[in-house]
């Protein structure tokens, strides 16, 4: 383990002590202010070797950086910060001690009152809060739920499905969209909890259950489609009789592939006209750019980052980016290229109306063989007429931010 990671293992188990004792004492006495104060030192100390230090708590696990803390798996505060809405902390800058405590103090708050919501059995819904003006601590929700948790999705039949909540699962795409474009890397550990969360989703009752967003505002569109594309490719590995591990790798990669538009202009991306060449030369460069960046951000992406480079290829050698020789795709490009045209067309574009399901289909079947794979597009087909009864399209209750 390096010298940081140690460091940041003082630093939770450090913070974890302070909570516990602030929530055992009251208020002013000097136990309180002790055990905050030596915890404040650990993260001076972290602070020392990596000054912007930042955790995601995600179920029972907990990410530093980029990485996952194994020491601290069964950390009983990944699940409780998580709970009271703590999923992200991040120090932006040097931290005065008064502003380490007052977070402290503002976090036993939430477990405190979220025990008594919890005791009287009523749903949390904790308001979050991220601080305004110039704290550098910062901390928030990213919108993952841990596996274990117990889903408002396992009440969820098809007739009622339009009640599915997807709406923390598309704050969390948009969230790690916007740490792609701020740092230039993927938040994989969180990316792959997003897949772990659809898949709870997905068989939340005893049979399977395609979760899909209809899209309400355009600008929604990225995410929506991000997740629907997910879920499919999820759905399709797994109809296919793919392992677990790779139903998931699917997931990721069906989550990602279009990730190399946020290097596309919004008004390219969102132009009701027809595009000029330039502006077409822009949008396909997604496909290589979201290559370069999944690859950049992480090695053993590998199969999410070939299918960002061939999710528009076709089966005949056509589609782009231009290769100057002809070679297979990789199944998973070729699965979640089918997946990615279904929500497409599916879909109402700011240039056309949505097609319905039977067209769409009718679209797939006619380009099985030089557009589709053959197995992969009657496969598809195939899973749609099987579990389409029990597509579960949800609507987001609102706008995301
Ligand atoms: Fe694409
Ligand atoms: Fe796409």
């Known amino acids: 383990m390096s010298d940081r990671n140690t460091l ?27 055990a905050a104060v030596a915890s404040f ?61 007052a977070f ?20 949390a819904n904790l308001p979050l809060s991220r ?10 929700a990213i919108g993952v739920r841990g596996s274990n948790e117990q889903r408002p999705v396992e009440a969820v039949s098809v007739e009622d499905a339009s009640l599915l909540d997807l709406n923390v699962e598309v704050d969390a795409i948009q969230w790690v969209h916007d740490e792609v474009i701020e740092r230039d890397q993927i938040p994989l550990l ?17 049979q399977m259950l395609l979760p899909l967003l209809t899209l309400k505002e355009f600008d929604q569109y990225t995410t929506t489609h991000a997740l629907n594309v997910s879920v499919l490719s999820m ?76 999710h528009h290829i076709m089966i005949n050698g056509g589609g782009y980016p231009d290769r100057h020789f002809r070679c297979d795709c990789h199944r998973a490009s070729t699965l979640v290229h089918v997946c990615d045209v279904y929500d497409a067309l ?7 109306d949505a097609w319905e399901p039977a067209a ?12 589709f794979d053959s197995d992969v597009g009657r496969a598809f087909i195939a899973m749609m007429a099987k579990w389409e009864p029990r597509l579960a399209v949800a609507d987001l209750s609102r706008t995301a931010a």
Do not use: C
């Open 190 to 206: 969180e990316a792959e909890s997003i897949v772990r969360s659809l898949s709870v989703a997905m068989h939340g009752d005893s």
């Open 41 to 101: 030192d650990t993260l001076r100390d972290l602070q020392g070797m990596d000054p912007r230090p930042s955790f995601s708590f995600l179920g029972s696990d907990v990410v530093y950086g980029q990485q996952a803390i194994r020491g601290l798996a069964d950390w009983e505060w990944a699940t409780r910060l998580a709970n009271v809405g703590v999923q992200r902390l991040e120090f932006a800058d040097i931290v005065e001690r008064e502003a380490y405590v």
């Open 346 to 352: 599916r879909t109402k574009r700011p240039y056309r």
């Open 131 to 140: 601080p305004t003006g110039p704290n550098p601590i910062r901390f928030g």
């Open 235 to 310: 759905g399709l590995a797994e109809f296919m009789g793919l392992s677990p591990r790779e139903v998931r790798a699917y997931g990721v990669a069906g989550m990602l592939h279009d990730l190399g538009k946020v290097r596309v202009p919004k008004d390219i991306l969102t132009k009701p006209g027809k595009l000029t060449p330039e502006e077409w030369a822009l949008m396909r460069s997604h496909t290589v750019e979201g290559a370069k960046l999944i690859l950049q951000s992480d090695q053993n992406l590998d199969v999410a980052a070939l299918v960002a480079f061939e």
């Open 8 to 34: 940041a293992v003082r630093f939770l188990t450090s913070m974890a002590q302070a909570l516990a004792t602030m929530s055992l004492y009251a208020e002013g006495h000097p136990v309180r202010a002790r």
């Open 104 to 123: 402290l103090e503002d976090v036993i708050a939430r477990v405190s009152t979220f025990t008594a919501i919890a005791a009287a059995n009523a749903p």
């Open 360 to 371: 769409t289909l009718a679209y797939i079947e006619k380009g099985i063989g030089t557009e």
